[in-house]
């Protein structure tokens, strides 16, 4: 069945960097766009970026435009969240989701992203 | 960007009752809205998409209408495990994919 893990979350300190990773399985995940979701908490969804299937084009959210980085390797059927400069603003669950460029039909559960120094 | 307008924020409805939530889009976005809920504690889920198709496995008591401006989606007898926060979505207008601001339905 597909699924979807994300992991990499936690505690950083404002200013400070962090990798989230997104492992897909039962579905060819090569042929898919793959798009990272946010939820603050207690907060509605915020898209956050989307990078088609082969990794060639690649689209922000302008609230983490030039800090955020959405990367893929289809060897490992794995999506990145490189995400630099981080503030309190971005503190959320962060989703990846399975799509086109017009919808996410599948979730990951979420992982965790908390901002304090 | 193409702003989305939800309404209302919040519903309370009795089990076997007729539940609508409104999504107007700033601009013509043709038919190009989908639905979603979430389940506390869970991750979102895909319910209609292209406005007003039924994503596959979904209970045919959830459907959606519209097209342009003003979008429709409704429960036409709602179940208590409908209870969730609902949000549609837009992609008209690529980036950014733009989610409503949601509804939160609660069983009186």
């Known amino acids: 069945q597909v699924q979807l893990v994300e992991s990499g979350g936690g505690v950083v300190q404002p200013g400070r960097s962090l990798r989230l990773s997104c492992a897909a399985s039962g579905f060819t995940f090569s042929t898919y766009p793959i798009h990272w979701v946010r939820q603050a908490p207690g907060k509605g969804l915020e898209w956050v970026a989307l990078?088609?299937?082969?990794?060639?084009?690649?689209y922000y959210a302008d609230s983490v435009k030039g800090r955020f980085t959405i990367s893929r390797d289809n060897s490992k059927n794995t999506l990145y969240l490189q995400m630099n400069s981080l503030s309190a603003d971005d503190a959320a669950i962060y989703y990846c989701a399975r799509g086109t460029y017009r919808l996410l039909d599948f979730w990951g559960q979420g992982t965790l992203v908390t901002v304090s120094s | 960007d193409i702003q989305m307008t939800q309404s209302p924020s919040s519903l309370s409805a009795s089990v076997g009752d007729r539940v609508t939530i409104t999504c107007q889009a700033s601009q013509d976005i043709n038919n190009y809205l989908n639905w979603y809920h979430q389940k506390p504690g869970k991750a979102p889920k895909l319910l209609i998409y292209?406005?007003?198709n039924l994503e596959t496995g979904v209970p045919s008591r959830f459907n959606g209408s519209g097209s342009g401006t003003v979008f429709t989606f409704t429960i036409s007898s709602l179940q208590p495990e409908d209870i969730a926060t609902y949000y549609c979505q837009q992609y008209d207008n690529l980036p950014p994919i733009i989610f409503g601001q949601g509804t939160r339905l609660e069983i009186k």
């Open positions: 990078i088609s299937y082969d990794g060639n084009n690649k």
């Open positions: 292209d406005a007003s």
